[in-house]
């Protein structure tokens, strides 16, 4: 079984910044992507990022391209969501994923909440 851990949400005003981690923890595993995913009240849960673990290359939703940057810390199995430039509609509960395998993210973390107030 593979636990995700998510820290670094908060309050920040409009144009801050904030950082956001995701540690991967569990007996044995192997990661093929990490993804980040948002989930404003009312709303659907949506795509933010991710990162392929083997050679790190990017992936944004349109949302938010240019302002957030996913990187990843492969000695502590850690991915991290950089967030600049942030706004209101960025307000959400954000949660980080764990792809084993292409296709379809088995495990999740418990989520962290991001407002941003204008």
């Known amino acids: 079984q593979v636990q995700l851990g998510e820290s670094g949400g908060g309050l920040v005003q409009s144009g801050g910044s904030l950082r956001l981690s995701c540690a991967a923890s569990?007996?044995?595993?192997?990661?093929?992507?990490m993804g980040w995913f948002r989930q404003a009240p009312g709303k659907e849960r949506e795509f933010a990022a991710h990162i392929r673990w083997i050679g790190g290359s990017t992936y944004y939703a349109d949302s938010v391209k240019g302002r957030f940057t996913i990187s990843r810390d492969d000695a502590k199995n850690t991915v991290y969501l950089q967030m600049n430039s942030l706004k209101p509609e960025d307000t959400a509960v954000y949660y980080c994923a764990l792809a084993a395998r292409p296709g379809r993210y088995e495990y999740w973390g418990q989520g962290t909440q991001v407002t941003v107030s204008s």
């Open positions: 569990g007996r044995t595993f192997s990661i093929y992507t």
